[in-house]
C-alpha cells in the first residue's frame, strides 16, 4: 500500500487508493442514509417545507455531507485526501492541480458554513478541472514534452506528431482509463443537467450525483497507475543507458 523508494520518499500506491475510494463510498452513503432518515430535522437549512421530506428517494450528496455532524467529518477527510494523493509517484504531471482540486474541495464545505453559493461555486468549479485533469492526454503529452532536449524543429514536429496520436489506445490499462473518463464525462453532463432542472428535496435522479462523484474519485487511480508505470520505465531507461 505504501512504497520507499532508493531516496526514502514515501509514495502511496494505487492499492491504497482503492481502499480510500472504497472508505468514501461507505462514508458518503452512511452520510445520505442519515440525513434522508431525518430530512424534517435538516430541512429549515436548506429552506424547504417539511412536506418535502415526503417524497421518495435520497437527498443531494452535499446536501448530505453539509449538515452536521458530516460536514466537519467531510473537511478533515478532503485535506486528507489531498495529502495522500501528493504523495502519489513524483512523476505525475497532474499531482500538483488536482491536489490542489481535492484542497479547494475542502475549502468548499467550510465556507458552506456561510449563507451565500461560494459552496456551489467552488464545488462545480473544481470537479471540472477534475475531470479534465484527469483525462489520460496528460500524461502522454509530458511523455512527449520530456523526450524533448534541444527544441528544434524535428523535435517540435515529432512532439506535435505524437500529440495527434496520443488519444490512440495502446495498453489494456489506457483502454480502461479512456473508457472511465468518457462514462464520467457522460455522468457530468446527466449530473448537471437533473440538478438543474430539480429542485427536489429527495429524488431518484441525485443517486447520478453520487455515481459522478465516486468516479472522479475513483479515477485518480488511473493516474497513479501511469505514474508508477512511467517511473518505472524511466528507470530501465537510465539503466540501459548507465551500462
Not at 460536514?71 to 497532474?94: D, E, N
Not at 514534452?145 to 496520443?166: C, G, H, I, L, P
Amino acid at each position: 500500500m505504501f512504497s520507499i523508494n532508493a531516496q526514502h520518499v514515501c509514495e502511496i500506491t494505487p492499492t491504497l487508493w482503492t481502499v480510500l475510494t472504497a472508505l468514501v463510498v461507505l462514508y458518503t452513503s452512511v452520510a445520505v442514509a442519515y440525513v434522508t432518515l431525518h430530512c424534517e430535522d435538516y430541512v429549515d437549512v436548506w429552506h424547504k417545507d417539511v412536506s418535502d421530506c415526503a417524497a421518495d428517494g435520497p437527498i443531494l450528496l452535499s446536501r448530505a455531507l453539509t449538515s452536521d455532524p458530516f460536514r466537519g467529518f467531510t473537511i478533515v477527510a478532503a485535506f486528507g485526501c489531498a495529502l495522500f494523493y501528493a504523495y502519489t509517484p513524483s512523476s505525475s504531471p497532474v499531482k500538483t492541480p488536482i491536489t490542489a482540486c481535492i484542497s479547494l474541495i475542502g475549502v468548499a464545505f467550510i465556507v458552506s458554513m456561510f449563507e451565500n453559493d461560494a459552496h456551489y461555486y467552488i464545488i462545480n468549479i473544481t470537479s471540472l478541472l477534475t475531470l479534465i485533469f484527469t483525462c489520460p492526454v496528460w500524461h502522454d503529452l509530458h511523455e512527449a514534452w520530456k523526450k524533448m532536449k534541444y527544441n528544434t524543429a524535428e523535435e517540435w514536429d515529432r512532439f506535435f506528431a505524437q500529440t495527434r496520436v496520443s488519444c490512440c489506445v495502446e495498453t489494456k490499462q489506457q483502454l480502461y482509463w479512456w473508457a472511465l473518463w468518457n462514462w464520467l464525462c457522460i455522468l457530468a453532463i446527466v449530473t448537471a443537467v437533473l440538478i438543474q432542472t430539480n429542485d427536489a428535496v429527495r429524488s431518484w435522479i441525485y443517486v447520478s450525483e453520487y455515481l459522478f462523484f465516486w468516479t472522479l474519485f475513483w479515477i485518480l487511480e488511473c493516474t497513479m497507475q501511469e505514474a508508477e508505470k512511467e517511473a518505472k520505465e524511466s528507470q530501465i531507461t537510465n539503466v540501459s543507458i548507465q551500462f
